[in-house]
């Protein structure tokens, strides 16, 4: 089963623009991860964020939490063609003590130059 | 440079054959976990494992799919048979838990199987 549900599911901007996307989850959380995945590749880690943080930046990435909504955000600033690529969210259920990783569907992200 | 390592890259078998594939973990993770990748399904967590003990197997069909970690650095899925629908991607990654805080995963390229 899925926790997080990713929106919107597509977005195509022009380079130089913002990109936001939103991820939805159903239960309390340990942690929210975002991955980014180029086609044919596998998963990179891109940022953690723990249930009791609310904001975090790692270079032109911004990822907000808010656990009362049960959501989270990703924000690409400045956008390039070279960030072009599939955008998920992982919850580790608070839960599940084993640290369960689940994905939601995936935001993929068009950038054009 | 530290990364999960899966073999093989690519697997194309026929129906009903067995189909074994590998990951090697990154040295001193203590968590292994099994994906499988689908246009339809998305990313589908099969099994993980902690300490090479299965935690959690429930997203695999018990009777033809099984996960093992014979040894800290190597961990297996095997499918016996194979059927068209299992043709996928399956990733590995690997993580690490510290007291009651778990670390990022990192992912291996993944195995693209294909089944005919």
């Known amino acids: 089963s899925q926790q997080g549900e990713e929106d919107p599911q597509a977005l195509s901007i022009q380079e130089g623009e913002n990109a936001t996307m939103n991820c939805s989850y159903k239960t309390s959380i340990n942690n929210l991860q975002w991955y980014r995945q180029n086609s044919g590749r596998g998963l990179v880690h891109l940022i953690l964020i723990r249930s009791n943080e609310r904001e975090k930046h790692s270079g032109r990435l911004r990822v907000t939490l808010d656990t009362s909504k049960k959501s989270s955000s990703l924000l690409i600033t400045a956008s390039r063609a070279a960030d072009t690529a599939s955008y998920f969210c992982?919850?580790?259920?608070?839960?599940?003590?084993?640290?369960?990783?689940?994905f939601g569907q995936g935001t993929e992200l068009s950038v054009k130059p | 440079d530290a990364r999960v390592t899966q073999t093989p890259r690519h697997k194309v078998t026929e129906m009903g054959q067995e189909v074994t594939m590998r990951c090697q973990p990154i040295?001193?993770?203590?968590?292994v976990f099994w994906y499988r990748q689908t246009m339809m399904q998305g990313l589908e967590l099969l099994a993980y494992?902690?300490?090479?003990?299965?935690?959690?197997d429930s997203g695999m069909p018990k009777d033809r799919f099984s996960a093992e970690m014979p040894d800290a650095t190597l961990a297996t899925l095997k499918i016996q048979p194979s059927e068209p629908r299992d043709s996928a991607v399956y990733f590995c990654a690997s993580g690490l838990k510290r007291d009651s805080q778990y670390t990022e995963a990192f992912f291996g390229q993944g195995t693209r199987l294909t089944v005919v």
């Open positions: 040295l001193g993770h203590n968590t």
């Open positions: 494992f902690r300490n090479r003990a299965p935690l959690d």
């Open positions: 992982a919850t580790v259920p608070y839960y599940n003590q084993g640290g369960k990783l689940i």
